[in-house]
């Protein structure tokens, strides 16, 4: 597609479920990121992936957080046992190649994740 | 990685010219100068990037010190749809560095019309 596609756009869930959201990436792009913002806060990093490298999973807040990416395209975020500060919305983004700083993001338009 | 530091909010009048400043004193030789804008209710949205040269792009233009401890991100006639979050970024090319953006918190841009 012509830009980086998210889905769901809002996700309510009820606290202890599970929740997975989803990201297509620009076509070709072969860097993936995931970042997440709380109202009113910056964006914090969660994970990268990068072809058939292992991804950095650095920003992971905790182990019920994890993240795929199949055949090097659509990736999903899961997060496990939902608790209510994980309410933020989630934001994805791809780049040409990770680790070349002369590349731009493109950012999806995120999903609303509201726990109750 | 190497910090930015942005003033927290700024104020512009429509249909002028917006002058937003970033100091990086502590920029490295591989550290590539990104500017992004997050809109209201949406995802960042990339403007413009740098390493060494000024560069013009049909949304903004990119003034880099010639010692590279400063940038000025140039709107030249601003609108209202210009209100956003503006971020300031260094980005590594170096070989140690995993290139990932990390975000500070930026410069609110308020447009007056």
């Known amino acids: 597609g012509a830009g980086v596609s998210q889905s769901p756009s809002n996700k309510v869930t009820e606290k202890g479920k599970d929740v997975e959201l989803r990201c297509d990436p620009i076509s070709g792009h072969t860097a993936l990121y995931w970042y997440r913002q709380s109202l009113g806060q910056g964006l914090e990093f969660l994970i990268y992936?990068?072809?058939?490298?292992?991804?950095?999973k650095s920003g992971l807040p905790s182990d019920r957080f994890s993240a795929e990416r199949t055949g090097g395209s659509v990736s999903t975020l899961t997060i496990q046992r939902t608790q209510q500060e994980d309410s933020a919305v989630y934001l994805c983004?791809?780049?040409?190649?990770?680790?070349?700083?002369?590349?731009?993001?493109?950012f999806g338009s995120g999903t609303r994740l509201t726990v109750v | 990685d190497a910090k930015t530091t942005q003033p927290n909010s700024m104020e512009s009048n429509e249909e002028e010219p917006v002058h937003l400043p970033c100091n990086h004193s502590t920029i490295s030789g591989t550290d590539y100068i990104h500017w992004y804008r997050q809109l209201p209710s949406q995802g960042p949205e990339y403007v413009i990037h740098?390493?060494?040269s000024n560069v013009n792009n049909r949304m903004a233009s990119l003034a880099i010190a010639e010692d590279r401890k400063s940038s000025t991100l140039i709107l030249h006639r601003a609108t209202l749809r210009d209100a956003a979050v503006y971020y300031c970024i260094l980005r590594d090319d170096g070989s140690s560095n995993t290139g990932k953006l990390i975000f500070g918190q930026g410069t609110t841009l308020q447009v007056k019309p």
């Open positions: 983004a791809s780049s040409l190649a990770h680790g070349a700083a002369n590349y731009g993001y493109t």
């Open positions: 740098g390493l060494t």
């Open positions: 992936f990068q072809g058939n490298s292992a991804p950095d």
